[in-house]
């Protein structure tokens, strides 16, 4: 019906955050939005990667490139990422890629000179940016101080030496895994169980145990106090149907009511420490919110050409 507003106001409930992992509740919208969401964390908000490695002396046993795809999948700090400008839209340096303004530039000095075997690992890059360093998985892993090495790059023998520089560059997970600032993220419909405590009642305790049994998560739990089954942790169904099939087989079809609200999602995300889960999420948020906006230029911009003919494309320029 024309007028009809189809307008949703989603809301966002935060469970559990981290600084590399976060939980919340996505209420009151559908699935294409929910994974447009998820699509969006995974693969277009922008980080920082190295994109170009120019090696001056390798005498390791990995050949160059072998190194150079390793310092790519070093996960670099890029909390900045959003305001840096992609290398190939850059004035600056004409899409050269190696200015300020859209780049960092790192270097790599190492050389073994003992009988010990010497780690090369993304402590030892130096960067011309702090803001723009290898990420620091100590803290979150609680090791002990002897053993904050970072992310392992390549090992040398006496009178190995590796020398390297690299440039950094703006990027996305849709180009380059490299870029994506999430390791996981999956969202699943939040579950609505409802029990027919009347059907329930003409089991068994045997039965009832049994039933609880066949779930392979543990959603449902027997009360020995009250006899009765109870739903326990509703968010740990996998929608499997194994329950279901378990009550048909009992001759009590219509045992349990499983239903999958579709405008309710829990997502996890996990966080490959780029960027802070919950501003990953933001970002997420804000580039979609410009996906949107443009979608509805382009809307208006038919319109206009629909009412005005070419005097529309003429008021835009074309």
Not at 2 to 19: A, H, N, T, W
Not at 58 to 85: K, Q, W
Not at 204 to 223: C, G, I, Q, R, Y
Not at 294 to 315: I, K, N, Y
């Amino acid at each position: 019906m024309e007028g009809k507003s189809y307008q949703r106001l989603p809301r966002v409930k935060i469970r559990e955050m981290r600084d590399d992992y976060m939980k919340f509740e996505l209420r009151d919208t559908d699935a294409s939005v929910a994974n447009a969401l998820r699509r969006v964390m995974i693969a277009e908000v922008p980080t920082v990667a190295i994109d170009l490695v120019e090696i001056e002396i390798n005498s390791s046993v990995l050949n160059d490139e072998f190194i150079a795809h390793r310092l790519g999948l070093i996960p670099l700090t890029s909390d900045r990422a959003m305001s840096m400008r992609f290398s190939r839209d850059c004035d600056a340096c004409d899409g050269d890629g190696q200015c300020e303004f859209c780049s960092v530039e790192f270097h790599l000095r190492a050389k073994c000179h003992s009988d010990q075997t010497l780690d090369v690992t993304s402590k030892d890059l130096l960067s011309s940016d702090h803001t723009v360093v290898p990420v620091d998985f100590s803290d979150s892993a609680g090791m002990e101080s002897s053993e904050q090495k970072g992310i392992i790059i390549v090992k040398l023998r006496r009178g190995q030496e590796l020398r390297l520089r690299a440039i950094a560059r703006k990027g996305i997970g849709k180009d380059h895994a490299k870029w994506s600032p999430a390791a996981t993220v999956t969202f699943m419909y939040e579950p609505d169980i409802r029990i027919n405590e009347e059907l329930m009642d003409m089991l068994t305790l045997d039965e009832k145990k049994a039933w609880v049994e066949s779930s392979p998560t543990k959603v449902f739990d027997f009360d020995p106090k009250t006899e009765k089954v109870v739903v326990v942790d509703p968010e740990a169904y996998t929608y499997d149907d194994e329950v279901i099939k378990k009550a048909e087989a009992m001759g009590k079809p219509g045992l349990v009511d499983i239903i999958a609200k579709e405008d309710s999602f829990i997502f996890t995300v996990e966080s490959t420490g780029a960027v802070k889960a919950s501003q990953l999420l933001l970002n997420a948020i804000e580039i979609l919110k410009q996906k949107l906006d443009a979608v509805r230029l382009s809307e208006d911009t038919v319109e206009a050409d629909d009412q005005f003919g070419e005097l529309g494309a003429h008021m835009r320029g074309g």
